[in-house]
């Protein structure tokens, strides 16, 4: 998992911490390549993910990833008059620093969060990152929650209400670090309607994952791979196939491609040697599979890439 988000270029955020006082309510709008958190440090409050039915009640201690980026609703009572978030951020004059204070003065009820953005690379694309639900919801289930939560979360709220000095760097950190311990406890927790996610939960699916990807140039096959995986080839073709939606070549070249991306627009490597790495003996051979995969040949994607800075997701 951590080559895999690694190599996807998460890159973490954090946009604001909020001090809410009843009736509130914001209408978050969608983005794409972005996964938005929230945390609540203190009080409660609704969230209503677009396309899901049914709001989410968030309680104190309780983290909620908006896994793609969908438009959302936070609000605390549920009805309530929702505001678009330029529009809180401006009647609270807000100017990024400090809280974001909103809602009527002397409310009868305060809500803090902590809220941010996980984005990927345009490009990025894998079958695990696709597969998430539209949201993960971790609770604080006064004792069940897992410690990893708790005491990063509470580290983040900590840092991020200081002022000190690398508190922010601190805090966005610790929130990529969530999103990779969520993704595995929804693994850990996975049972069997989300087929991608069961296979990183299969004992020989995973072994052989963690085979590929610790050596993705080497001259891989099915059999090679299904011993790794210590199954027959027969047996590891069929269950690859079934849970990934993929033969195993298959995830094999598009992992390759996911190097090869970040490669060229990380390095100034020879194409021939970006081909070398991602696994390809032939130069040529490489570039046709790339340009298949993306549209476009490997030097006028560097080309383009290059030329045109990186730009974060706005709120």
Known sequence: MSDILTTLKLQGT???RTEFTSPWGVQVPAFENVARFHFVHRGRCYAQVDGVAGPVLLQQGDLIIITRGAAHILSDPLNTQVLAVDDVITRSNFAGEGALVYGQTGGDHETRLVC???????????PL???LPPFIHLQNDGGLALDWLKNSLAMIA???????????LIAL???????AQAIRSL?????GRNLV???FADPNIYRALQALHANPAAEWTVEELSRAAGLSRTIFAARFHDLMGITPLRYLTQWRMQLARRLLTETMAPIVEVAERSGYRSEAAFSRIF???FNEPPAGYRRKRIAIPATGAAR
């Open 187 to 191: 693994i850990n927790g996975v049972t």
């Open 129 to 131: 990152i696709d597969a």
């Open 116 to 126: 941010g953005h996980f984005a990927f690379d345009p490009d990025a694309s894998h």
């Open 158 to 168: 900590a840092e991020t209400g200081r002022g000190q000095m690398g508190g922010d």
């Open 291 to 293: 340009r298949k995969h």
């Open 197 to 199: 996610l069961a296979a």
């Open 173 to 179: 950190r610790l929130s990529e670090i969530i999103l």
């Open 14 to 16: 954090l946009y604001f």
